[in-house]
């Protein structure tokens, strides 16, 4: 009972973290549009975009980290876990130290390759300094307290002291600028709210736990990292490649009508992750008993609700995401944010990224890191490339176009992949699926676009399409799911009321 009480705290706690993260990164971009604009806000996106480089260097550690912990908490052996501990806290305040070494540089070079002579060297150079203490904090002091806070189990006093300090930096940013308003006392008051999670990670793990901080530290623990390195890197180029070859290739203004675009993408693929992220054990303890028939089912379930959730959430985004940004920007004169093509591409390449999540989980509930790990450079290799050769003539949609393609080749091989991992799986239960739900959602598109052509460029006009457009999309797809996928509608009820009675 504890253990499921820990769990749903953990997910609840996870997901008032996301929205408070979501409401953020609309509310900052936009006070920083209004007034700074769309030059400093491509600047900063930019800037930190380039700053995240470092977690190249982390590589998998992380996971590994957890893995430890795990079996350590089990056995509540305090003298293991302060061995893993004290590893963990030395690797990362050695990344925290390369990051600072990195970031000097960074804040030297930066306004000399990409400026363009548009800001003061001062005035960037500075920026990047500033820019660089939230994740030299996390790094330095945060990050292995953090984690063991999180593998036992109490990731809600984590995920609830980072929505805190947030909401608290939100309020604090915004009357900074009323009072004085500085790009530069801006994000160092945003920096310096991180200072207040290592106090409080502390005073929680002072308080549950007896750690040996002179312990002796396990550096054999760090070893496997190198086999998830490469899906590290994949994910990175993933979600930093089209604004580092922004930066290079255009303009700041260019790189702000890009970031504001993925506001909206990035805050449907971390509600999805977080609604979906308690699916994951599941297949991996279902793969563990080597239970194939059980594991084809939870499959046949993740999928489904995967597909529900990206095609309904991504068809909204796509049909009002260009308004949104219209609305947004309202006021803003400086570029022009109506790029409806732009938005439609970006809503596609996040909507397949997230598709084949449920076939890439199983792969590393299975430990087939390395088996994956050439797909993952080719993906990556794929994004760069041609982007690369698109970028000069097409700009936005370049890159855009470069991440679509990406994501269909890796989502077609984790596809594949599963039917290897998963005897008898058959890849058509997944192109089926996606068949179905592509041609449906068209369908649907096509019938609120006839309903409502057109949205006048209003909150509240906005607002009126959204609910005829989700009523007219949550009706079709119930209606599809009804049709089509009993199966997997009873298979989930029959799932919640097996968790419902082993609670009771």
């Known amino acids: 009972m504890l253990k499921n009480?820990?769990?749903?705290?953990?997910?609840?706690?996870?997901?008032?973290?996301?929205?408070?993260?979501?409401?953020?990164?609309?509310?900052?971009?936009?006070?920083?549009?209004?007034?700074?604009?769309?030059?400093?806000?491509?600047?900063?996106?930019?800037?930190?975009?380039?700053?995240?480089?470092?977690?190249?260097?982390?590589?998998?550690?992380?996971?590994?980290?957890?893995?430890?912990?795990?079996?350590?908490?089990?056995?509540?052996d305090f003298e293991i876990i302060s061995s893993v501990v004290v590893t963990a806290k030395g690797f990362f305040k050695k990344i925290g130290w390369i990051f600072i070494a990195y970031a000097i540089i960074l804040a030297l070079v930066y306004p000399v390759l990409f400026n363009e002579g548009k800001f003061d060297y001062p005035f960037v150079c500075s920026l990047v300094l500033i820019l660089s203490i939230s994740l030299s904090v996390q790094y330095l002091f945060s990050l292995s307290l953090r984690a063991l806070l999180i593998a036992d189990k109490r990731g809600y006093l984590v995920y609830y002291t980072q929505a805190a300090i947030t909401l608290l930096n939100i309020l604090v940013v915004f009357l900074s600028v009323q009072i004085y308003p500085s790009i530069h006392l801006l994000k160092l008051i945003t920096g310096l709210s991180f200072a207040a999670q290592p106090i409080v990670f502390s005073r929680l793990v002072k308080k549950y736990y007896k750690i040996n901080w002179n312990a002796a530290p396990n550096n054999n623990l760090l070893k496997g990292r190198w086999d998830g390195f490469a899906i590290n890197i994949a994910a990175f180029i993933h979600n930093c490649t089209d604004i580092s070859l922004l930066t290079i290739f255009?303009?700041?203004?260019?790189?702000?009508i890009y970031s504001v675009y993925a506001v909206v993408t990035t805050g449907l693929k971390n509600i999805l992750n977080s609604v979906t992220g308690g699916m994951n054990p599941t297949i991996g303890l279902a793969y563990a008993k080597k239970d194939f028939e059980d594991l084809n089912q939870k499959l046949d379930l993740y999928e489904y609700i995967v597909f529900l959730l990206v095609f309904f959430l991504f068809s909204m985004a796509g049909l009002l995401i260009t308004p949104f940004v219209m609305i947004y920007t309202d006021g803003v004169t400086d570029i022009d944010y109506h790029q409806p093509v732009f938005g439609y591409l970006l809503v596609l390449a996040e909507g397949l990224y997230l598709l084949k999540f449920p076939h890439l989980n199983l792969a590393y509930s299975a430990n087939r890191f390395k088996e994956i790990t050439t797909p993952a450079f080719i993906e990556a290799g794929l994004n760069i490339v041609i982007s690369l050769i698109l970028i000069r003539k097409y700009g936005l949609i370049g890159v855009a176009i470069g991440t679509v393609v990406a994501m269909i080749y890796r989502m077609i091989f984790q596809v594949y992949y599963t039917s290897r991992i998963v005897p008898d799986r058959k890849q058509w239960i997944f192109y089926r699926k996606l068949i179905i739900f592509s041609l449906t959602t068209i369908v649907a598109c096509c019938i609120c676009l006839a309903i409502l052509p057109r949205i006048e460029y209003s909150v509240i006009n906005w607002i009126i399409a959204a609910v005829v457009y989700s009523m007219i999309l949550g009706v079709v797809f119930l209606f599809l799911s009804i049709c089509c996928f009993k199966n997997e509608m009873k298979y989930f009820v029959n799932y919640l009321r097996r968790k419902k009675t082993r609670r009771g």
């Open 5 to 76: 009480k820990a769990t749903l705290n953990s997910m609840l706690s996870g997901f008032v973290l996301q929205l408070v993260t979501i409401i953020s990164g609309f509310v900052i971009p936009r006070i920083i549009l209004q007034y700074f604009g769309s030059g400093v806000n491509g600047l900063v996106s930019s800037i930190n975009q380039f700053l995240s480089y470092i977690t190249l260097v982390e590589g998998g550690v992380t996971g590994v980290i957890y893995a430890n912990l795990y079996k350590s908490l089990v056995t509540e």
């Open 250 to 256: 255009t303009s700041f203004e260019i790189v702000s």
